[in-house]
């Protein structure tokens, strides 16, 4: 019994933080908007983002190599170059997005103005950086992030229509326009790059080998297993509630008022504290997954266990890349907004960080026995397709229904 | 590197990059069409619905006063904002004047009381006046959208 | 056959990471040297100053003007094929970072001398 609360921990804190704004936002405009019925999409994206860490995962404890490494291996400079710039603009749109989202919850619960709390919040960023050990990071917002279980707490609290939630996670194809890119965007959000490369930069950090491939199943399953089970929470609360009065979440704030709504204060505060918690470890895993990328595309010295003296340029990196995903968050631009961009261009860029990833996993002569089986190879190739389509329409989509606005 | 994977994978950066720019292109404003008002007034129906919700919180004492502030702030802004891009615009349909005027007067009423919520939100007996008011205010604007779908072809 | 292999060798090490005898990172294998016939690989050639070799044409001005001219000994080295120790996941060098002018960039030194206000 002991063991498996061991590993439960060392689950939650390897993933440290299992939803960021973009899930937050998206899945509850998913379910204000069309109900249940998106919610076999969130499942889509969950299981993506499963294949896609485990491979990664695996990729990095065999052969050594973070996804940045194998991206410039396979793709060479050239193309290796463009995956580089378009992941680091997507992850510099996600930073900012997220601290914003921090100052938003900030000013939800305390009364200063936002310009004020995304500086703060970035300042103790830098402090919990500082101050923590990298397990310990992870742990603190891991845990931190489990406040959200409210919300499944409030959907069973509301009771809602089980056959209608159970039709909901059928496939069914709307041909509206609207419908098709809230499938986009609920996949794209559950499974944004940025959380695999700082996870396979976290394996090689944590040095991990052979050993840990086990780890790393459990890891993928069940960590983003629960990071599944919240985000289809969020769903259900939110269709519950807001789709019969119309109401169109544009906000952050909106998304705690299911649980306001179902415990009072209580929920409200628990809510907005697991949105916290998951938010500000979406900051730093965005940020050091841009920092690692860069770090491990050129050759630097890398890893946060290193420290600045002995990996000047990668900290350097970090913190520059901080202040401008702080500028960005100042600029007057809704955070909401920066996450509905940077969740699809997200996906759109995706493919380029994907593949050379499946190719590594599934290539012998790199991951000698642990190459993917017959299971990751059918689920890797699928989700390649998967991602490829969907690339494809994001933009259009985005341009056609104006940012999900209508 | 093969030949045309290279090509298609330089196809898709243009398709980020390019689209990217025109996503980020102000949209021309000052023409609205049947639809637009429709789109518009819905929503502010929509920042009714929310309204009560968190005027709901404060009237049963089952909310933080600084998050209900907040929101209240935040809706109210929206709302406001919404009240001056249907009075600027231009109708296409000028027949739909009247809803037109009607809808920017529910825009004022409901950015006034979020206004009053974010003034009060620790008082229980503005927030359950706040959310009754603003009940009636989504009814006139449900109302309005009613009008535009009989009134369109 | 042979000509295969030596392809095979270039593939294999343009890209990899390179570590010193210390388990340091200390840069990528930008380029590769082949010399005679049939070619043999004679140096990894490590640095910014080749990256516009790597790049299509355009491309290549615009990293130009950022990493600058190739100025051997400064944003290009070149590391005989002696210096290397194995060939694992990354390169292994069988000398230290700085007695082969490697890993400058992330020379503690430099970045201390940097920020102080009268250097």
């Known amino acids: 019994m002991r063991a498996i609360f061991k590993i439960a921990l060392g689950i939650i804190a390897a993933i440290g933080g299992f939803l960021d704004i973009g899930d937050l936002v998206f899945t509850t405009q998913a379910g204000a908007l069309f109900r249940y019925d998106l919610l076999w999409a969130v499942v889509l994206g ?28 396979r793709l060479g400079f050239g193309m290796g170059l463009v995956a580089l710039v378009a992941s680091t603009f997507v992850n510099l749109l996600t930073l900012a997005a997220e601290l914003g989202g921090i100052a938003i919850v900030l000013e939800l619960l305390f009364d200063a103005p936002y310009s004020m709390f995304v500086v703060t919040g970035a300042v103790a960023l830098v402090g919990i950086v500082a101050l923590l050990p990298f397990g310990g990071i992870e742990r603190f917002f891991g845990y931190g992030g489990l406040l959200l279980l409210v919300v499944v707490a409030t959907v069973y609290h509301q009771d809602p229509n089980w056959g209608d939630v159970a039709h909901g996670f059928v496939p069914t194809l709307d041909s509206s326009a609207l419908y098709l890119y809230f499938v986009v965007g609920v996949f794209a959000a559950a499974l944004m790059p940025y959380e695999v490369h700082f996870y396979s930069s976290g394996a090689i950090e944590e040095g991990w080998s052979e050993q840990n491939l086990k780890e790393n199943r459990l890891n993928a399953i069940v960590g983003y297993g629960i990071g599944g089970i919240l985000s289809v929470a969020l769903v259900i609360a939110s269709g519950y509630l ?23 204060e209580t929920g409200l505060l628990l809510a907005l504290g697991g949105m916290l918690f998951c938010v500000g470890g979406a900051a730093i895993d965005s940020s050091f997954a841009a920092s690692y990328n860069l770090a491990q595309f050129l050759g630097w010295e890398w890893g946060r266990y290193q420290g600045p003296r002995r990996a000047p340029r990668f900290t350097a990196s970090w913190l520059v890349f901080l202040l401008l995903g702080i500028a960005i968050a100042q600029s007057g631009i809704n955070p909401v907004e920066i996450t509905e961009y940077s969740v699809v261009f997200s996906v759109v860029a995706l493919p380029l960080t994907y593949l050379p990833v499946l190719l590594i996993a599934g290539d012998r002569s790199f991951m000698a ?21 969907l690339a494809a329409a994001a933009i259009p989509l985005l341009l056609v229904t104006n940012a999900g606005g209508g | ?29 000052g023409e609205l069409s049947n639809d637009e008002l429709n789109r518009g007034v819905e929503s502010l129906s929509a920042l009714a619905a929310q309204g009560q919700l968190v005027a709901g919180g404060v009237a049963r004492d089952a909310t933080k006063t600084t998050y209900a502030r907040a929101m209240a702030r935040t809706l109210g802004e929206e709302a406001q904002h919404e009240a001056e891009k249907l009075a600027d615009a ?64 | 056959m042979k000509g295969e292999g030596e392809i095979y060798v270039v593939h294999r090490l343009l890209d990899e990471q ?102």
């Open chain 2, 90 to 153: 231009t109708l296409e349909e000028p027949e739909t004047a009247d809803q037109r005027h009607a809808a920017v007067a529910v825009a004022g009423e409901i950015a006034g009381l979020l206004s009053e919520l974010q003034t009060f939100p620790g008082d229980e007996r503005h927030g359950a006046l706040v959310q009754k008011h603003l009940a009636e205010a989504q009814e006139k604007a449900d109302a309005i959208v009613a009008q535009l779908s009989g009134d369109a072809p």
């Open chain 2, 1 to 29: 590197m093969s030949g045309p994977r290279e090509k298609t994978l330089r196809l898709r950066v243009l398709a980020l990059l390019l689209p990217a720019a025109l996503a980020f292109a102000p949209t021309g404003c």
């Open chain 1, 242 to 264: 807001f789709h019969p009065l119309g109401v169109e979440p544009n906000d952050l704030g909106t998304v705690a008022l299911p649980m306001q709504g179902a415990f009072g």
């Open chain 1, 46 to 73: 969950v299981v993506g983002i499963a294949v896609y860490a485990e491979m990664s995962g695996r990729v990095a404890a065999v052969s050594g190599r973070p996804v940045f490494d194998v991206i410039r291996m």
């Open chain 3, 18 to 119: 390179i570590c010193d005898s210390e388990g340091r990172r200390v840069g990528r294998v930008d380029d590769v040297e082949l010399r005679g016939d049939p070619p043999r690989v004679t140096a990894l050639l490590v640095g910014e100053g080749l990256y516009p070799r790597r790049l299509p044409r355009r491309l290549a001005r615009l990293v130009r003007r950022i990493s600058g001219p190739e100025r051997w000994g400064g944003n290009a080295l070149r590391i005989p094929w002696e210096e290397v120790d194995e060939l694992t996941s990354t390169v292994k060098l069988r000398k230290k970072a700085e007695d082969l002018g490697l890993g400058m960039g992330d020379d503690p030194e430099r970045w201390m001398v940097r920020r102080l206000p009268w250097n």
């Open chain 1, 369 to 389: 026995d642990y190459a993917n089986g017959r299971v990751a190879t059918t689920l890797g190739w699928l989700y390649f397709g998967v991602i490829v389509v």
